[in-house]
Antibody, heavy 122, light 109 residues
């Protein structure tokens, strides 16, 4: 059974850096095709994909946020970490991590964490 | 950057009716890389369809996906009360990543 859980601060101040951790179980991030992604959702708004890291350490970022994002993995700890710099109140959102498989086919983000709410305010 | 435009923004239907949701891409998308999700209030999204037309594990067969190129459709053949939610399409592109549409809210009429 695959599970993922997000953790991190619930409140950050403007200009600070946000660090979120996704801790997962039931799969290995060293298995070919496997990836873990981050997605966020501001209150009452649509989903926004942020970043994804693959089993081979290939990384993809949202073009509009690329300069502020860094995604890394620790395979031994079964964790993926997302950092977002220069936080602003518009970054207030629920942040999700999700499991994904990509090969010659995209199998979607099939298992999601419960999400963690981050508020940006002074 | 590929933009996904979903229509309508809100769809009002009654249980038992057929729902047709549209997702249009600003440029051609491989069918292999198109997915649909359902999200209910306070919950994480749930994968419904991948590869434009393949149902994810445990998804009822009243949900079906179709389309190619720039036009994709999610159809719910006979709406159940639990189907009223927000639906998102998503595409993967090697240079643009995993873009989501803005969502269609399916509400009870």
């Amino acid at each position: 059974q695959i599970t993922l859980k997000e953790s991190g601060p619930t409140l950050v101040k403007p200009t600070q850096t946000l660090t979120l951790t996704c801790t997962f179980s039931g799969f290995s991030l060293s298995t070919s095709g496997v990836g873990v992604g981050w997605i966020r959702q501001p209150p009452g708004k649509a989903l926004e994909w942020l970043a994804l890291i693959y089993w081979d350490d290939d990384k993809r970022y949202s073009p509009s946020l690329k300069s502020r994002l860094t995604i890394t993995k620790d395979t031994s700890k079964n964790q993926v970490v997302l950092t977002m710099t220069n936080m602003d109140p518009v970054d207030t959102a629920t942040y999700y991590c999700a499991h994904s498989i990509l090969g010659g086919y995209y199998y979607g983000m099939d298992v999601w964490g419960q999400g963690t709410t981050v508020t940006v305010s002074s | 950057e590929i933009v996904l435009t979903q229509s309508p923004g809100t769809l009002s239907l009654s249980p038992g009716e057929r729902a047709t949701l549209s997702c249009r891409a600003s440029q051609s998308v491989s069918s292999s890389y198109l997915a649909w999700y359902q999200q209910k209030p306070g919950q994480a999204p749930r994968l419904l369809i991948y590869g434009a037309s393949s149902r994810a594990t445990g998804i009822p067969d009243r949900f079906s996906g179709s389309g190619s190129g720039t036009d994709f459709t999610l159809t719910i053949s006979r709406l159940e009360p639990e189907d009223f939610a927000v639906y998102y399409c998503q595409q993967y592109g090697s240079s643009t990543g995993y873009t989501f549409g803005q969502g269609t809210k399916l509400e009870i009429k």
